[in-house]
Nanobody, 127 residues
Framework: QVQLVESGGGLVQAGGSLRLSCAAS????????MGWFRQAPGKEREFLAA????????YNPNSVKGRFTISRDVAENTVGLQMNSLKPEDTAVYYC????????????????????WGQGTQVTVSS
């Protein structure tokens, strides 16, 4: 059973930075892709970025590209999300997730394609 635990959220002023971390355990993740999502109150869960566990290849859509960077540490079994130049509209609960079938296809942004989820960590950006 895969377990994902996010940490690193908190309150930050606009323009500031935060680094989120997702600790993964339960099995080897070779062949998986790990993704970060967020969900603001009253909104749908939004894809942010993904990374292939084995190769480290990343996918960042335009919405946060240039401000958010995903990474992974294979030795520590963690996935990180570095967030810079934060804006009040970045306020949300941030989730990491595991796509166990990523080796069969390309990156996906669809929530239903991710099989395991963490409990989320709150990020609040004040103006």
């Amino acid at each position: 059973q895969v377990q994902l635990v996010e940490s690193g959220g908190g309150l930050v002023q606009a323009g500031g930075s935060l680094r989120l971390s997702c600790a993964a355990s339960g099995r080897t993740f070779s062949g998986y892709a790990m993704g970060w999502f967020r969900q603001a109150p009253g909104k749908e869960r939004e894809f942010l970025a993904a990374i292939r566990w084995s190769s480290g290849a990343t996918y960042n859509p335009n919405s946060v590209k240039g401000r958010f960077t995903i990474s992974r540490d294979v030795a520590e079994n963690t996935v990180g999300l570095q967030m810079n130049s934060l804006k009040p509209e970045d306020t949300a609960v941030y989730y990491c997730a595991a796509d166990t079938r990523a080796s069969l296809r390309g990156f996906t942004t669809e929530t239903y394609e991710y099989d395991y989820w963490g409990q989320g960590t709150q990020v609040t950006v004040s103006s």
